[in-house]
T-cell receptor, first 113, second 113 residues
Framework: DSGVTQTPKHLITATGQRVTLRCSPRSGDLSVYWYQQSLDQGLQFLIQYYNGEERAKGNILERFSAQQFPDLHSELNLSSLELGDSALYFC????????????FGPGTRLTVL | SQQGEEDPQALSIQEGENATMNCSYKTSINNLQWYRQNSGRGLVHLILIRSNEREKHSGRLRVTLDTSKKSSSLLITASRAADTASYFCAPYISSGSARQLTFGSGTQLTVLP
């Protein structure tokens, strides 16, 4: 158990819909990262927040957005969902701002029908 | 874009044998990390090697880094069936506005009892 929690574990929805994925980092970690893992794209970095501020952006689509709240939990919002958005979404956390080892949550499996 | 590329894509060995996985990357890095993933689950951090280090050990793991060749290797000694998993190298790049771990496709290791 990494100490990072993600909810829900599974999510099934339809195209065009909007969903919110939630992540709570390990106690004491200030950075939260979001990743998407799919069979064709592999593991892709989406975005990082550090202590409430956006720190780095990867291959995140404009239909996706994220935020980190004062209690350091983070939410990833996915809108206008497409079939290709079906994937495992991981949240990770680390103590510092960059170069640290990251601790991954169990993931949320999103299925878009 | 993927930076870390693992080789081989799949490796099957007998329990007790050593397993070696290789990683190549493209640009300058701050550090390189290795992670393990059991099927459909979150990634687990194994080891971090900084760009000024050449070798690092952790239990049955030995990691080398050759920045001149932009390559790294992970050696697992005396493998066990429980080591069966996917292994990812993740170069950490920090260049301009880009600062992230970049994962390859992974090496699927199967350890036969």
């Amino acid at each position: 158990d990494s100490g990072v929690t993600q909810t829900p574990k599974h999510l099934i929805t339809a195209t065009g819909q909007r969903v919110t994925l939630r992540c709570s980092p390990r106690s004491g970690d200030l950075s939260v990262y979001w990743y998407q893992q799919s069979l064709d794209q592999g593991l892709q970095f989406l975005i990082q927040y550090y202590n409430g501020e956006e720190r780095a952006k990867g291959n995140i689509l404009e239909r996706f957005s994220a935020q980190q709240f004062p209690d350091l939990h983070s939410e990833l919002n996915l809108s206008s969902l497409e079939l290709g958005d079906s994937a495992l979404y991981f949240c990770a956390s680390s103590v510092g701002d960059y170069q640290n080892e990251q601790f991954f949550g169990p993931g949320t499996r999103l299925t878009v029908l | 874009s993927q930076q870390g590329e693992e080789d081989p894509q799949a490796l099957s060995i007998q329990e007790g044998e050593n397993a070696t996985m290789n990683c190549s990357y493209k640009t300058s890095i701050n550090n390189l990390q290795w992670y393990r993933q059991n099927s459909g689950r979150g990634l687990v951090h194994l080891i971090l090697i900084r760009s000024n280090e050449r070798e690092k050990h952790s239990g049955r793991l030995r990691v080398t880094l050759d920045t001149s060749k932009k390559s790294s290797s992970l050696l697992i000694t005396a493998s066990r069936a429980a080591d069966t998993a996917s292994y990812f190298c993740a170069p950490y790049i920090s260049s301009g506005s880009a600062r992230q771990l970049t994962f390859g496709s992974g090496t699927q290791l199967t350890v036969l009892p």
